[in-house]
């Protein structure tokens, strides 16, 4: 039993340090992600293919949608006076640089102090913690996965708006274009990357012990299959 306990906070702590590291990898996936998207606009216009420059287009200004979206449903007040007018302005104001609100999200739902600041400096609401309350008896394994699913909702949103649309674009370019550049292998594989690490990510976040750790791999098997 004093060997088990000894043991208990050095498992947890390579947990959280696993976890975080796995965090950092998906957010640096979906940074590149974005970067590639881009060039592969770019490429589109270069290219003279007007046709795959318009979609791609159209999907980066939808997935800009949805961010800002996204951004004005987790951190507008409720309840504020001109709330309708305050959602409407927030969402402009988010738009122009919702491309960051997946990184955002997962940085808030760190706790870090100046982010809390800054954030009630302009009158927004902190999402800490994703209203997640682990009562008595609650499983852990689904309060740890409600938690990393609300840290991880802008990777998520990203994979489901951005990713899968920009990566069957993409797959459909290079079949009818006979080759497939450097580029074009990068930003697809970047984009698998995107759509499977935050669903694995969310998964994990099981107890390291009985049958949480049978569901936990079930889960994250599923996950990649998926």
């Given at each position: 039993?004093?060997?088990?306990?000894a043991?208990?906070p050095?498992?947890?702590?390579?947990?959280?340090?696993l976890?975080?590291?796995?965090?950092l990898?998906?957010?640096s996936?979906?940074?590149?992600?974005?970067?590639?998207?881009?060039?592969?606009l770019?490429?589109?216009?270069?290219?003279?293919?007007?046709v795959?420059?318009?979609?791609s287009?159209?999907?980066?200004?939808l997935?800009?949608a949805?961010?800002?979206?996204?951004?004005?449903?987790?951190?507008?007040p409720?309840h504020?006076?001109?709330q309708?007018?305050?959602?409407?302005?927030?969402?402009?104001a988010?738009?122009?640089?919702?491309?960051?609100v997946?990184?955002?999200?997962?940085?808030?739902?760190?706790?870090?102090?100046?982010?809390r600041?800054?954030?009630?400096?302009c009158g927004l609401?902190?999402?800490?913690?994703?209203?997640?309350?682990?009562?008595?008896?609650?499983?852990?394994f689904?309060?740890?996965?409600?938690?990393?699913?609300?840290?991880?909702?802008?990777?998520l949103?990203?994979?489901?708006?951005?990713a899968?649309?920009?990566c069957a674009?993409?797959?459909?370019a290079?079949?009818?274009?006979?080759?497939l550049?450097?580029?074009?292998?990068?930003?697809?594989?970047?984009?698998?990357?995107v759509?499977?690490?935050?669903a694995?990510?969310?998964t994990?976040?099981?107890?390291?012990?009985g049958?949480?750790?049978?569901?936990?791999?079930?889960?994250?098997?599923?996950?990649w299959?998926?």
């Amino acid at each position: 039993h004093a060997t088990r306990s000894a043991n208990m906070p050095r498992s947890r702590w390579y947990c959280a340090s696993l976890s975080v590291g796995y965090d950092l990898v998906t957010a640096s996936f979906s940074v590149a992600d974005m970067v590639c998207d881009y060039l592969v606009l770019l490429q589109f216009y270069t290219d003279g293919r007007p046709v795959f420059f318009a979609l791609s287009l159209v999907v980066m200004l939808l997935a800009h949608a949805t961010y800002a979206c996204l951004f004005t449903q987790k951190y507008v007040p409720d309840h504020t006076t001109n709330q309708h007018g305050r959602i409407v302005a927030v969402f402009l104001a988010a738009l122009p640089v919702s491309q960051f609100v997946p990184l955002f999200i997962y940085l808030e739902s760190l706790d870090l102090p100046f982010m809390r600041r800054a954030m009630r400096k302009c009158g927004l609401r902190s999402d800490q913690g994703g209203g997640v309350d682990q009562q008595e008896g609650t499983d852990p394994f689904w309060v740890s996965m409600r938690e990393k699913a609300s840290a991880h909702s802008g990777f998520l949103a990203e994979a489901v708006a951005e990713a899968v649309p920009q990566c069957a674009l993409q797959t459909v370019a290079a079949v009818l274009d006979g080759e497939l550049r450097y580029l074009n292998l990068v930003s697809i594989l970047l984009s698998i990357a995107v759509i499977t690490s935050p669903a694995t990510a969310v998964t994990s976040q099981s107890p390291a012990r009985g049958s949480g750790s049978n569901a936990r791999t079930s889960a994250v098997q599923v996950s990649w299959l998926a």
